[in-house]
T-cell receptor, first 116, second 112 residues
Framework: DAGVIQSPRHEVTEMGQEVTLRCKPISGHDYLFWYRQTMMRGLELLIYFNNNVPIDDSGMPEDRFSAKMPNASFSTLKIQPSEPRDSAVYFC??????????????FGQGTRLTVV | KQEVTQIPAALSVPEGENLVLNCSFTDSAIYNLQWFRQDPGKGLTSLLLIQSSQREQTSGRLNASLDKSSGRSTLYIAASQPGDSATYLCAVGTSGTYKYIFGTGTRLKVLA
């Protein structure tokens, strides 16, 4: 397997524009996570899905952020409208769970977003 | 609410030293704990995963221990090398919620 694949790797956009980040999890993994990493706040969990259903979106900072998982092999994180403070590295991760808890999480290479 | 802390925030050591990185968590009701490595501008690479029922895991020069009752985990790196220079992150996996909460990381520099 190629691992968790994210695109684009880098994105530079102007304030107010819509940004869409994409993620392909590892085949067979039933959990997908979106994280955001900044120098000030470290790695923050934004939202996670189980079997394509959002389970916990309490980490999504504002209504400008939305995430979808239309099928088991694809997820998007959308920011509309984008603001300079959204500049960060966004990571997608996936894992396969047991009945009682999570197994090893695998991360993508991240998307570095810069909003100017 | 689970909080995860890593001390020190940064560490610089000469090549060949054995070193210990620390991870503390506030809620001992964890499912597992995972150690990651992150190189500058890169993603996270999983190093070791310890289940809550285990006390330690080893992979090559790395050894991770877990003491649930005291809310602590350590990552021991033997005979450090310049290639070990990176940021090391611990993440606590929780039962029921199935999510990982990350520590703030330790930035390690091994000097040649």
């Amino acid at each position: 397997d190629a691992g968790v694949i994210q695109s684009p790797r880098h994105e530079v956009t102007e304030m107010g524009q819509e940004v869409t980040l994409r993620c392909k999890p590892i085949s067979g993994h039933d959990y997908l996570f979106w994280y955001r990493q900044t120098m000030m706040r470290g790695l923050e969990l934004l939202i996670y899905f189980n079997n394509n259903v959002p389970i916990d979106d309490s980490g999504m900072p504002e209504d400008r952020f939305s995430a979808k998982m239309p099928n088991a092999s694809f997820s998007t994180l959308k920011i509309q409208p984008s603001e300079p403070r959204d500049s960060a590295v966004y990571f997608c991760a996936s894992s396969r769970t047991r009945l009682t808890g999570p197994t090893e999480a695998f991360f993508g290479q991240g998307t570095r977003l810069t909003v100017v | 609410k689970q909080e995860v802390t890593q001390i020190p925030a940064a560490l610089s050591v000469p090549e060949g030293e054995n070193l210990v990185l620390n991870c503390s968590f506030t809620d001992s009701a964890i499912y597992n704990l995972q150690w990651f490595r992150q190189d500058p501008g890169k993603g996270l690479t999983s190093l070791l995963l310890i289940q809550s029922s285990q006390r330690e895991q080893t992979s090559g020069r790395l050894n991770a221990s877990l003491d649930k009752s005291s809310g602590r985990s350590t990552l021991y790196i033997a005979a450090s090398q310049p290639g070990d220079s990176a940021t090391y992150l611990c993440a606590v996996g929780t039962s029921g919620t199935y999510k990982y909460i990350f520590g703030t990381g330790t930035r390690l520099k091994v000097l040649a």
